[in-house]
């Protein structure tokens, strides 16, 4: 499992989050615990594998939003105490 965290330009509450949160969804439908942060300025979500960054690049422009970066992680699912 991967973990992908993406910087976004643009948000400013609440429904920009659901916004993003959409498209994410909408781009990469295996895509699970899908989160977003206006405060923050950034998205996570967890999938399989790697996902296309051209296409959620575009995904995330064309919604009127600025890609601003993406980082990958392995996922390392917590336990019930740790």
């Known amino acids: 499992m991967i973990k992908t965290t993406v910087k976004i330009g643009g948000m400013a509450c609440g429904m ?3 916004h993003i949160n959409d498209v994410i969804r ?3 439908p295996e895509a699970k615990k899908v989160s977003s942060s206006h405060s923050k300025g950034v998205a996570t979500f967890v999938t399989e594998n790697e996902v296309d960054k051209t296409a ?10 600025h890609f601003l970066g993406i980082e990958s992680e392995p996922y390392k699912k ?3 105490f740790g």
Request: proline share 0%; with cysteine; net charge negative.
């Open 56 to 65: 959620l690049e575009r995904a995330i422009e064309d919604t009127g939003y």
């Open 16 to 18: 920009c989050e659901s």
């Open 26 to 28: 909408k781009t990469f």
């Open 78 to 80: 917590r336990g019930l």
